[in-house]
């Protein structure tokens, strides 16, 4: 098994040949081998730079053990506090090293598409989904991430059939990703006269927005329908054929929006879906080929299993993967999710640190 610093020094010299390999316009003519070339640049930059501040600072140390060795008087007092500088930085850089380490996620930093449906429970699951999507949005407003809704369907009483939106912002994908799954929430329904509490559920879809280079479509794979759009009730809400639905046929994935007047619009956010689905289908089946289901499970959306509980009689808020549980549901539905996120987030640290993995 190779050690730590023998892998570190593999990865200076892929960086080396990374410098090489962009140069080459023949890279430069090739947009998705770019971008997969420029990203692994990236990342092996500050791991392999915090890597070579770690070797100065441990040589550091032992220079300044072979002068204490020699030195005497003020000379010593010198040396021993540019050893304790040392010994810290040592400290602070292999814990930014061990950060480094852990294994890249390929959708960091792109935007997410958050999909939301109301499931179990009639028109008061449906209420749930917009309590939801009003959550999101409001916590997307704390982070400073720009929301777009691709598509809304409101049901009868205002809640929502299904609601899809963008997201955009950096670290988007990294604070969202665990939010796929379904959502139980338990309370008093406004329809309720004899105030009995009742369990509903919406599940929520998260995937990474895929672009033309991830993800290219063959047209002649695309069966493309237009239809008038339709609102609460499946009354028309136009007078022209604007609604498109875009259905791959290698796949059976099916992809509809109305949201737009444009016929041309709703075609181009149609396949902006239907692009980040494949890729999430893919990265999926390469999960399963390396036997990593388990990672994606926690935070990658799977939507056959319960997630988390809302008790709003005890103001209550369950997360079941990690076993958390707030009493604060007022703030989280308002918005404030760190908490929640922030958990989340460690806990996948915590268990990609454990893994052995190839970084």
Same mark, same amino acid.
């Given at each position: ?11 200076a ?5 990374l410098?090489? %390999? ?5 890279? $430069?003519? #090739?947009? +998705? ?6 990203q692994r640049?990236r990342?092996?930059s ?6 070579r ?8 140390v ?6 204490? $060795? ?11 506090? #540019? ?5 810290? %930085? ?5 814990s ?9 996620d390929?959708n %960091?930093?792109? $935007? !997410? ?6 499931a ?15 959550m ?6 704390? *982070?400073?991430? $720009? ?11 205002n ?17 969202l ?10 309370? !008093? ?11 509903s559920?919406?599940? !929520?879809? !998260? ?10 479509l #063959? ?11 339709s =609102?609460? =009730? ?16 290698p796949?059976g ?7 737009? +007047?444009s016929?041309? *619009?709703?075609?181009? +956010?149609?396949?902006?879906?239907l692009r /980040?689905?494949?890729l ?15 990672? /994606? ?16 009689k ?11 549980t707030?009493y ?8 404030q999710?760190?908490d929640?996120v922030?958990?989340?987030? %460690?806990?996948?640290r ?6 052995? /993995?190839?970084?």
């Amino acid at each position: 098994m190779r050690s730590l610093d023998e892998t570190l020094d593999g990865l200076a010299q892929e960086l080396d040949e990374l410098d090489v %390999a962009l140069s080459d316009p023949d890279v $430069a003519r #090739d947009p +998705k081998r770019l971008k997969t070339l420029s990203q692994r640049h990236r990342r092996l930059s500050g791991l392999v730079g915090t890597w070579r501040e770690l070797q100065a600072a441990r040589a550091n140390v032992v220079l300044a053990d072979e002068l204490l $060795a020699i030195a005497s008087g003020e000379e010593r007092a010198g040396y021993e506090a #540019d050893r304790a500088r040392s010994e810290e %930085a040592i400290g602070e850089l292999q814990s930014r090293l061990e950060a480094l380490l852990v294994p890249e996620d390929p959708n %960091a930093g792109r $935007a !997410v598409l958050v999909e939301i449906r109301g499931a179990e429970g009639g028109e008061e699951a449906n209420l749930f989904a917009r309590d939801l999507y009003d959550m999101y949005t409001r916590y997307a407003a704390t *982070q400073g991430y $720009a929301v777009e809704v691709l598509e809304e369907r409101a049901s009868e009483r205002n809640g929502l059939d299904e609601v899809i939106f963008k997201v955009t912002g950096d670290d988007a994908w990294t604070h969202l990703e665990h939010e796929g799954g379904v959502h139980r929430v338990q309370r !008093v329904p406004e329809t309720e006269a004899k105030g009995r509490i009742h369990t509903s559920s919406a599940t !929520v879809t !998260v995937l990474p927005e895929a672009d033309e280079v991830d993800v290219a479509l #063959d047209p002649n794979d695309l069966k493309i329908d237009v239809y008038r759009s339709s =609102g609460p =009730g499946g009354q028309s809400v136009n007078t022209t054929d604007s609604a498109v639905r875009v259905t791959h046929l290698p796949t059976g994935i099916v992809v509809s929006m109305q949201d737009e +007047k444009s016929q041309l *619009q709703n075609r181009a +956010k149609a396949l902006v879906v239907l692009r /980040s689905r494949l890729l999430r289908r893919a990265q999926e089946q390469e999960d399963a080929k390396l036997g990593d289901l388990r990672r /994606s499970q926690v935070g990658g959306g799977g939507r056959g299993e319960k997630i988390r509980t809302y008790n709003f009689k005890e103001n209550r808020v369950t997360d079941h993967r990690i076993g958390l549980t707030l009493y604060k549901l007022d703030a989280i539905m308002s918005g404030q999710l760190d908490d929640v996120v922030d958990a989340l987030v %460690a806990d996948k640290r915590a268990r990609q640190l454990a893994e052995p /993995s190839d970084r």
